[in-house]
């Protein structure tokens, strides 16, 4: 009885000291945080995806409630509703962004890019790179072993088997840039949606002179420059032999999809297909009365 | 006595030397070669001729991009057609110089005759100046500018020359016939190497599985001491058939006992290694004033009906070569670049031999299959595999994270891709080829500190 009476002495003792020292550290060392950091956290998709440039959503909260500005915090996975709850909760004004979306810039499928060699080896995009140029005689275009799709987490992206090429599902594409970075070619592009998601790009990164591209892939952009020549609001650039659309500047008129040689220029979700001749007939008419309004004056 | 090798590690491929008694043969040469700008490590050479430039064999025709860079001499004499973007062995795009053959002119001075000049010239710095002229670089593979690695960063000095005669890759057998025809030349090209580098004893390093060139250079040495004192301190060493041996470090290794520390030279232990080839580049460059133009290619494989050993002009498009041997069997599933273990893949035939081009191996399909990859199973035979002691298991891992700083700390940049590793999993993981990302992310890990100091 002694025994057991001493021991519960000893321990409550013990406990009461301890607890006494505990609460006299806590006191003296306590970290003061922010509570706005949880907050913000809490909206936050928690993908931890690292498409913000940030290690994840806790370090993005604690980077976003330091700044000045939320200028350069962007969540790409939540997109302009997160940002609006975050700078709800951080008392700043909301700058919607334009939503992006993951385009794959390659269109060498089986058809149009005849495999020249086999490849027999570890099969993946990045092991592929450092090896050779790839199976097919175009040194730019997709390796097609998947790493993207790997890297997605939101499994937006597949490889489709007919083509050989990966494929964009836009609703659950987050435009996180995960697949960008993955990509040893640099095919994969961040890309503005476009409204109602419609959107004009150039299919192709091969910087080969026209007659080599070609050869390589019967769809490569052969850097000819009509569309360059065609496009009436100076939104088109060829630079290494290959045309780039300026997504900011592009007015979705078609034109140079129309009159590209290769069809190496993509016009996609537009709710009526493409009349080539049509815009053809209409670009080659105000063509004739530039010239005559030239002559003209001359 | 037993024969020496390196400390740690290495594998024992079959040997399957089977052009081993096929002399080196000379290619006619093509109608038409591409000189890439790229043949050696470091920077690019720029062109100095344009089309229409008529050239001579042995003229210079790209000069050094930087300080780690070389000559590049025309192989033929004929016309340049063209100075432009051409597809290499792997499919990238290089610039290429092409020259349509005319003729077989070769420029002035330079001996063509077959007689042995076995007087070395006094002076190093001249000699220096013809190996840098020349184009030399280092013909084992690595193609490193030769005069570079016989300048010796201040306060390190050389305690011995090494003549790399290993040829420890299976079925290459270039260096084989090269010493046994060219012994004579390889040696006195050694007493250059040596004679530059301060006088230093010298070892002409040999695998047992090469007895005929082992008694071949013997005979040579011997010979050689009797006519002039030059060729003393130059001996022959018989080492123990394992690979990697003919890699540097292994080398330094097996003949001075010596380990070179991690991201350090080998003159760091005293040591410069040349290989065989090259000493007989040196040979030519120094004593008869001909740069690299030529260089040995074994032609090889079970599938191949006729193995050769050809002397070919730098340049040369390899579909030429197969052709002149009889074209591709149809069983030829893949057509390598070097030797089985660290030989690369041609992905385009079209392309043109470099100066370090060793070797063009055929392969059927049966031997190059993969194994299909199943999961690691902790057996460990890739580290006991590993000539740098490194844990290959652990490293494919960290390439696979992508964890650069681990990767670092277990000196995956001291990888010398022999594929050892690769070799010996009994899982058949492709440790080489993840493990040389990881090794790529640790090097420019390691390149973006250095600079910001």
């Known amino acids: 009885m002694k025994v057991l009476i001493l021991t519960i002495a000893i321990i409550t003792a013990l406990g009461l000291v301890l607890s006494i020292v505990l609460f006299l550290v806590a006191k003296k060392f306590r970290v003061e945080e922010d509570p706005r950091i949880d907050e913000v956290e809490k909206v936050m998709p928690g993908a931890n995806c690292g498409g913000c440039g940030f290690a994840g959503c806790r370090a993005f909260a ?28 951080l008392g700043f004004e909301v700058k919607a962004k334009a939503p992006m979306v993951a385009v794959v810039r390659c269109n060498g499928t089986c058809a149009n890019r ?18 050779y140029s790839g199976d097919t005689a175009c040194a730019y275009g997709c390796l097609g072993c998947g790493d993207c799709v790997a890297a997605c987490q939101f499994g937006a992206l597949r490889m489709n088997p007919e083509t050989g090429l990966p494929e964009v599902d836009e609703t659950k594409c987050t435009a996180c840039g995960a697949c960008v970075k993955a990509c040893p070619k640099a095919i994969i592009e961040l890309r503005n949606k476009g409204p109602r998601g419609m959107r004009e790009y150039v299919s192709c990164v091969n910087k080969d002179k026209g007659p080599a591209a070609k050869k390589a892939c019967s769809a490569a952009c052969i850097g000819c420059g009509i569309c360059v020549k065609t496009c009436t609001h100076e939104a088109i650039v060829l630079e290494n032999n290959v045309a780039y659309i300026d997504y900011g500047k592009c007015k979705l008129c078609r034109e140079c999809e129309a009159m590209c040689p290769t069809g190496a220029i993509h016009g996609i979700n537009f709710p ?15 063509q004739q009365k530039a010239r005559e309004e030239n002559n003209k004056e001359a | 006595m037993a024969r020496r090798t390196f400390s740690i590690g290495g594998v024992h491929p079959h040997d399957s030397k089977i052009s081993r008694a096929c002399a080196i043969e000379v290619l006619p040469t093509p109608p038409v070669v591409y000189l890439s700008v790229a043949q050696h490590i470091g920077a690019p050479a720029v062109p100095v001729v344009k089309p229409g430039d008529k050239v001579k064999v042995g003229q210079v025709i790209a000069e050094p991009g930087g300080f780690v860079s070389a000559f590049i001499h025309s192989s033929v ?15 990238n795009s290089q610039t290429h110089i092409e020259i349509a053959v005319e003729g077989d002119e070769w420029l002035e001075g330079i001996d063509t005759s077959d007689t042995l000049i076995t007087d070395i010239p006094e002076d190093n710095k001249a000699i220096l100046d013809k190996i840098r002229l020349g184009g030399i670089v280092g013909l084992g593979g690595a193609t490193f500018p030769t005069h570079v690695k016989l300048s010796p960063p201040p306060g390190m000095k050389c305690e011995r020359l090494i003549i790399n005669g290993c040829e420890c890759e299976p079925y290459l057998t270039s260096d084989f016939r090269t010493l046994l025809e060219k012994g004579e030349q390889v040696v006195i090209g050694a007493a250059i190497l040596k004679q530059v580098l301060g006088g230093v004893p010298c070892t002409i390093a040999i695998e047992e599985n090469k007895p005929e060139a082992i008694a071949h250079i013997r005979e040579v040495i011997a010979s050689l001491e009797k006519v002039s004192p030059k060729f003393a301190g130059i001996e022959v060493l018989s080492l ?32 410069v290694v040349q290989n065989v080839a090259t000493a007989l580049a040196v040979y030519d460059a120094v004593q008869k004033g ?7 290619v074994t032609v090889t494989g079970e599938c191949f009906p006729h193995q050769a050993n050809l002397l070919v002009r730098v340049g040369t498009p390899l579909r030429y070569i197969l052709d002149y041997l009889g074209g591709i069997p149809e069983e030829a599933a893949k057509v390598i670049s070097g030797g089985p273990m660290m030989g690369r893949a041609v992905a385009n035939l079209d392309a043109a031999t470099l100066k370090g081009t060793g070797a063009l191996l055929l392969l059927t399909e049966a031997q190059t299959r993969r194994r299909p990859e199943t ?31 681990a990767l670092e700390e277990n000196a995956a940049q001291d990888c010398i891709e022999c594929g050892c590793c690769l070799y010996s999993c009994p899982a058949g993981i ?16 390691i390149r973006a500190r250095n600079v910001k100091k």
């Open chain 1, 62 to 89: 604690e980077s976003a409630v330091k700044a000045p500005d939320l200028d350069s915090h962007f969540c790409p996975v939540g997109g302009n509703d997160v940002m609006a709850k975050v700078a709800a909760i």
């Open chain 1, 114 to 131: 005849p495999k020249v060699n086999e490849y027999d080896g570890f099969a993946t995009c990045k092991v592929k790179a450092t090896l």
């Open chain 1, 272 to 286: 009526k297909p493409l009349d080539k001749e049509a815009v053809k007939a209409r670009i080659q008419a105000r």
């Open chain 2, 77 to 91: 004499s004929g016309t340049v057609k063209s100075v432009g973007p051409r597809k290499d062995l792997a499919g």
């Open chain 2, 240 to 271: 123990k058939k394992r690979y990697p041996q003919g890699g540097e470090k292994q080398l330094i290794d097996a003949v001075m006992h010596r380990q070179v520390a991690s991201g350090a030279l080998p003159i760091s232990v005293g040591a």
């Open chain 2, 290 to 296: 001909k740069p690299i133009i030529d260089n040995s």
């Open chain 2, 375 to 405: 999961n690691c199973i902790r057996c460990g035979k890739c580290a006991d595999a590993c000539p740098m002691g490194l844990e290959p298991f652990l490293l494919q891992k960290l390439s696979r994270l992508g964890d650069v700083e």
């Open chain 2, 430 to 445: 492709p440790l080489l080829d993840i493990i040389r990302l990881g090794k790529g992310a640790a090097l420019s890990a």
